[in-house]
C-alpha cells in the first residue's frame, strides 16, 4: 500500500542497477536442462523487473501517476513527501519481486541479491527480503558467493544493534561428527558463537522473549566446504533460523578424512 500519512514515509536508495557475476564472471553449463533453462530464464525475467523498478524512467512514470492519485484524494504533499510515496511504492514492487526470486532461485537472482543485500544505502527491509533469497539459493559450493552472504547477515545484524532493556545468552553444544573425522570441526564451530549471538540479538528486535534451540546438520565435501545444511528448531523465529544456517553454510573446515563428512551443530538461546 501507499502511504497513509506522507510525512517522513520511505527513504531514499540507490539500488544495484545491474547484477554483477556471483563468482568472478563463471561461465554458465552451454547446454542446460530444459527444467534449469526455464528457471534461468524467470530469474533473469525478475532481475529486469527489479531493474526496471529502480530505474529513473520508472520513477518519473509513477511520479505523474501518484500526482494525479494525490490531487484526487485532495492531498498536496510537498515534494519531500511525494519522493517518500514514490520510495515507499517502489520497496513494495520490489519486496514482491524479491519474494518470486526466493521462490524461483537461479544464478542472476542470487547476483542481484548479493549486489542488493551489500548496498548499504538500500533500505533494510530490502536488504533483509534479498537475503532471504541468499540462504535459499546460494551456491554451496561457492566460497565466494557464501563468505559474501555471511558477510551481509554480519553487517545487518550488527548495525541493529542490542536490544534496550533485554539480553540473551546462547551455548552451542560439542559438534558431533559422522564419517571421515575433520581435525578442527570444534574450533570452527566455537568460532560460529560470535553471529550465532548477532543473530540472535537480531531476533531479540522482534520479540525480547524468544528462546529456543536449533540443531544444524552440516555435510561437509572433500575440500571441507558445508555442501548442504538441514535444520530443525524450536521456539526461534525463522530470521534467527536462517541467520544461524547462513552463518554454518559460510564456514570451511579441514578436508575430512575419507572425503566427507556430516556435522551436527545445537545452539540453544535463552533470553534474560
Not at 542446460?32 to 523498478?53: C, D, G, I, K
Request: with cysteine; aromatic share 2%; proline share 5%.
Amino acid at each position: 500500500m501507499l502511504c497513509a500519512a506522507l510525512a517522513g514515509c520511505g527513504e531514499q536508495a540507490t539500488l544495484p542497477a545491474q547484477a554483477p557475476s556471483v563468482s568472478g564472471g563463471a561461465v554458465a553449463p552451454a547446454a542446460p536442462s530444459p527444467n534449469e533453462a526455464t528457471r534461468r530464464a524467470a530469474s533473469a525475467q525478475l532481475v529486469m523487473q527489479a531493474q526496471t523498478v529502480t530505474s529513473p524512467a520508472w520513477r518519473e512514470e509513477n511520479r505523474s501517476l501518484l500526482e494525479r492519485a494525490n490531487q484526487q484524494a485532495g492531498l498536496a504533499p510537498t515534494s519531500a513527501q511525494l519522493e517518500a510515496q514514490l520510495d515507499e511504492y517502489r520497496n513494495e514492487k520490489l519486496l514482491q519481486i524479491l519474494a518470486s526470486m526466493e521462490a524461483v532461485g537461479g544464478p542472476e537472482a542470487v547476483a542481484y541479491c548479493l549486489a542488493l543485500g551489500e548496498n548499504e544505502a538500500a533500505p533494510a527491509v530490502l536488504r533483509k527480503a534479498a537475503l532471504a533469497v541468499l540462504v535459499r539459493h546460494v551456491d554451496r559450493s561457492d566460497p565466494v558467493a557464501r563468505a559474501r552472504s555471511a558477510a551481509i547477515w554480519d553487517r545487518l545484524t550488527a548495525t541493529s544493534g542490542a536490544v534496550k532493556g533485554s539480553a540473551g545468552s546462547l551455548s552451542t553444544g560439542s559438534a558431533t561428527i559422522s564419517g571421515g573425522a575433520v581435525a578442527n570441526a570444534q574450533q570452527v564451530v566455537a568460532g560460529m558463537q560470535a553471529g550465532f549471538r548477532r543473530c540472535y540479538i537480531q531476533g531479540l528486535h522482534e520479540d525480547v522473549n524468544m528462546s529456543g534451540s536449533v540443531r544444524v546438520t552440516a555435510k561437509i565435501d572433500a575440500t571441507g566446504a558445508v555442501a548442504s545444511a538441514q535444520e530443525s528448531h524450536t521456539g526461534l523465529s525463522p530470521t534467527v533460523v536462517s541467520c544461524v544456517v547462513a552463518r554454518v553454510t559460510a564456514a570451511v573446515f579441514a578436508p575430512p578424512e575419507g572425503g566427507g563428512a556430516t556435522i551436527v551443530i545445537p545452539v540453544t538461546f535463552a533470553s534474560m
